[in-house]
């Protein structure tokens, strides 16, 4: 399409434009002129309106923020009728927010629809749309509800409770990331008080739940969804989930259109919000009646991308590597191919630099189901690329035709990379005083990664939460942090895969009847 070169005003929109990316995701901006005089800019949003759910005969309202030179002016509509009834009606301009703002008075299920925000100077015109969905029937949420269980406030020299909850809601293997996050780096001696709070919670739980399992924290996803759920059963079908952000109740639909939004499927229960902003961040809380069953932290922090991550080309057996870097230092940020995040472990190596700046992600031992999109995801932006993966003793970049290659070139052989379970370090036998700590590990490996559980006198180990366990890199430990009698014993690791199975056992004998 040619671009439009003549300057057009505000009344002559219909005049032809070409589109230009915003830094808004989902706002469209035509640009009708083409360069821009010097110090001129198209209409954009700062932040565009929201979703908004509303009570019936109550009031709805959408807020924006608007950028462009000439400051532009700004208008709204509706797919299905107007915006000119003044009864019900009100737009208004807030100065000191800088908010331009649409008030829907006395909302009623006709005023359900898609409403339009227009943002128009000389040089162009941006669009953005938001969804009013109205809720009959039972008032909802007639005034601010808080949660029963407040926190207590953080005291100087103490843990932050806010850490206590997310630990409680969190599988081991995140417990070191999330300490980290609270500048905690020397958990293990909080792990018993934790357990503890664990069996506390758990008999809570117990009440109105009968079975609680895969709790997952909120994560950005590439869809640039924010996401988090468990799968749950519950005693009672008709028990009331409520959500709360910061203590404070927050209503939720069931359908893409309400932020947030409850998916259940079966006994999934996931949360999603969309169109995400800096606004959302918060401490979020699911209790069923008043039982909690999950805590999450949601961060928005100020950052950008200064360097996105780019498209790799590798070859088969080969590792590939995907680098950004950050505007403002993060512990961490999330990797994900499609929509699976990625965890460090055998197969993915996340490192961060130590200014915290540069975030690096290694696929190892590419293969051909390694090919797709990847994604660096920090806060709400995302940056995403492909990895491409050639095979090996491809001919094809040299010039060569594939049938001379073959010819010339012996009949080649699949290499198999597939190893069985062993041990590198099998236990040792060990001898502990009642009373102290105790640690005991191995080191194993095998392709692919094999699984392990922990045994003692025969009884698994790996959801008793007496026994912190680990595995990192092929190194499992398992750590008792106060050793008694009960603890005496045959301890035992089984590890297996497809590949078969490898064990290696130890005898731990525990000394004196001191009670510490």
């Known amino acids: 399409m040619q671009k439009e070169t003549t300057a057009c005003c505000p009344t002559r929109l219909g005049l032809l434009g070409f589109n230009k990316r915003s830094r808004v995701p989902g706002v469209t901006i035509t640009q009708f002129v083409d360069p821009l005089p010097a110090g001129k800019s198209t209409p954009d949003f700062a932040r565009k309106p929201m979703n908004v759910t509303a009570q019936e005969g109550k009031k709805a309202v959408f807020k924006a923020m608007v950028s462009g030179e000439p400051a532009p002016t700004v208008t709204w509509g509706r797919n299905k009728g107007e915006v000119e009834d003044p009864q019900t009606y009100k737009i208004k301009y807030d100065e000191r927010a800088r908010e331009h703002i649409l008030e ?133 079908p008709n028990s009331a989930i409520h959500l709360y952000k910061d203590g404070t109740m927050v209503p939720y639909g069931y359908d893409e259109n309400s932020k947030p939004c409850l998916k259940k499927e079966g006994t999934k229960y996931v949360f999603t919000m969309k169109d995400l902003q800096p606004e959302d961040a918060g401490f979020y809380q699911v209790d069923v009646e008043d039982a909690n069953v999950l805590t999450t932290d949601f961060q928005v922090p100020n950052v950008e991308f200064t360097a996105k991550i780019k498209d790799v080309k590798a070859v088969e057996s080969e590792d590939a590597i995907f680098e950004c870097v950050l505007s403002t230092p993060l512990n961490r940020i999330t990797w994900s191919k499609g929509n699976s995040s990625l965890e460090h472990g055998d197969k993915y190596e996340i490192t961060v630099s130590e200014d915290k700046l540069t ?158």
């Not at 809570?204 to 059963?233: C, H, S, T």
């Not at 912190?468 to 603890?487: A, E, F, K, M, W």
């Open 104 to 236: 829907i008075h006395k909302v009623k299920p006709i005023h359900a629809d898609t409403y339009k925000c227009f943002v128009t100077n000389e040089y162009g015109k941006a669009v953005s749309t938001a969804t009013l969905t109205v809720l009959t029937g039972e008032i909802y949420y007639e005034k601010v509800v808080t949660r029963k269980k407040q926190l207590p406030p953080k005291k100087e020299g103490e843990i932050d409770p806010k850490l206590w909850e997310l630990l409680l809601s969190a599988p081991k293997k995140d417990y070191e990331k999330i300490c980290l996050d609270f500048g905690v780096t020397d958990f293990r001696w909080m792990l018993k008080r934790l357990n503890q709070m664990k069996k506390e919670r758990e008999e809570e739980q117990a009440k109105v739940v009968e079975n609680l399992d895969n709790v997952k924290q909120i994560e950005v996803k590439p869809n640039g969804r924010a996401e988090f759920g468990f799968d749950m059963k519950l005693l009672d």
């Open 359 to 516: 975030h690096t992600l290694r696929v190892k031992d590419c293969g051909m189901d390694d090919m797709g999109a990847y994604y660096a995801i920090a806060g709400i932006n995302s940056s995403s690329a492909s990895l491409t993966v050639e095979e090996n003793g491809d001919p094809s970049s040299e010039g060569v035709s594939v049938a001379a290659w073959r010819l010339n070139m012996p009949e080649m052989k699949s290499l198999d990379f597939e190893a069985p379970p062993s041990f590198i370090v099998p236990l040792k036998r060990r001898t502990a005083p009642q009373g102290y700590e105790c640690y005991m590990s191995c080191a194993v490996r095998g392709n692919p990664a094999p699984r392990v559980t922990w045994y003692r006198n025969n009884i698994s180990l790996n959801t008793n939460t007496n026994y912190h366990i680990t595995n990192v890199c092929g190194v499992c430990s398992l750590l008792i942090l106060r050793v008694g009698p009960r603890d005496n014993g045959e301890y035992k690791v089984v590890i297996d895969s497809k590949l078969g199975t490898a064990e290696s056992s130890m005898s731990l004998n525990v000394r004196g009847n001191n009670n510490f």
